[in-house]
DNA sequence: TCCCATGGCGAACGACCGTTCAGCCGGGAG
DNA sequence: CTCCCGGCTGAACGGTCGTTCGCCATGGGA
């Protein structure tokens, strides 16, 4: 629902209440039942679907090329494009995990566990490839991961710097990060 | 306080009654209003004294050398060593400015300001020497300054890394996003 | 024309929130 | 010993929350 996605990012889960919703949607909110469960039913909905619609980006970002390298600046692009693309999935998702109930929960902390192990995979192989240096491959994929994130509390659409820029000087600095030669 | 200060890190501000506060203490809530005025300024005290904190911190160690590429590591050094040290104070601030009541919150807002443009002109000043190299010395620094963010939600005292060698592996790829050679 | 399913609605539920207030207790000052 | 006062307390306040329920209007199918 677009009208959640819109509040619980501005406000907070908590801080976003049923009336809020239906008032958004020219409605009460005991009508909102009729179309959905629960408030919990939602924000689960939100968060497992944006973390492997990330996910799914992500796979078929580092799938198009073998070189480790170009892998690596793929991914970044495809990180910093959706968190650009879908700013109030993405602060959701960073801010109300712990609003999430079991077995949500565990699910999406598995899925990030997940996604943050791919990256480090990639840069592990381009450290073996003699591709990358860098003292820490994990401190590395944690500082990627973290870089994107910010975007979507700054980027907005039409701002001085277009989506397709953006992507490539994150990818761009993602190859520093590990010294790379860009592939 | 600091047992608002572990319970607002936890579970957020608005996810954190009075009565679990003072449950925490050992009391019930309204022996609270002996100390304090209300809940609000118990995120006001934390989030502002925070950013003071954190900028005092940043000033200090910009000041100790007039190499501006030593003076980026020792930024990146300071931002690191306190978002470890820090990690509650830190979660809070980044999680709840929206709950904060103005005048506070602007007050918060410039003090992020101020903070992010004291890492650009230290990033402008290295590109102005030619020592640094980037496409985009804004971007450079909203990552650098993500970067440690993260710091706060996995670093625990006693993990893998010392926090020593955590500021040294952050400093080092502060430089590289810049393409410098070190100080 | 009638029927019924759909979906919005007001009212109300119990729970919990931040906060107030009057009273109680223990211990230090006189 | 007496008094007083800082600090903790139960009770209670008005308010908001997520959710339920019975009612009602509507409009398409028979």
């Given at each position: 629902?677009?009208?959640?996605l819109t509040?619980?990012?501005?406000?907070?889960?908590?801080g976003?209440?049923?009336?809020?919703?239906?008032?958004?949607?020219g409605?009460?909110?005991?009508s909102?039942?009729?179309h959905?469960?629960?408030?919990q039913?939602?924000?689960?909905?939100?968060?497992?679907?944006?973390?492997?619609?990330?996910?799914a980006?992500?796979?078929a970002?580092?799938?198009?090329?073998?070189?480790?390298?170009e892998?690596?600046?793929?991914?970044?692009?495809?990180?910093?494009?959706y968190?650009?693309?879908?700013?109030?999935?993405v602060?959701?998702?960073?801010?109300?995990?712990?609003?999430l109930?079991?077995p949500?929960?565990?699910?999406?902390?598995?899925?990030?566990?997940?996604?943050?192990r791919?990256?480090?995979d990639?840069?592990?192989?381009?450290?073996?490839e003699?591709?990358f240096?860098?003292?820490?491959?994990?401190?590395?994929?944690y500082?990627?991961l973290?870089?994107?994130?910010?975007i979507?509390?700054?980027?907005?659409?039409?701002?001085r710097?277009?989506?397709?820029?953006?992507?490539?000087?994150?990818?761009?600095?993602a190859?520093?990060l590990?010294?790379?030669e860009s592939g």
């Open positions: 629902m677009d009208a959640a509040l619980f990012a501005e406000r907070g889960y908590l976003t209440s049923m009336r809020d919703i239906a008032s958004q949607l409605m009460r909110a005991p909102l039942y009729n959905l469960e629960s408030k039913e939602l924000l689960q909905d939100i968060m497992l679907r944006t973390m492997e619609d990330l996910f980006d992500h796979r970002a580092i799938a198009t090329t073998n070189d480790v390298a892998q690596l600046r793929r991914a970044m692009e495809a990180h910093v494009r968190h650009a693309r879908h700013p109030r999935e602060r959701i998702g960073n801010a109300e995990i712990w609003n109930e079991q949500a929960q565990d699910r999406v902390r598995k899925l990030r566990r997940d996604y943050a791919s990256w480090q990639v840069i592990n192989r381009g450290v073996d003699g591709r240096q860098t003292p820490s491959p994990q401190l590395a994929s500082a990627m973290e870089m994107g994130i910010g979507s509390l700054w980027y907005h659409e039409g701002g710097l277009s989506e397709s820029q953006l992507a490539y000087y994150y990818g761009d600095m190859l520093r590990v010294s790379a």
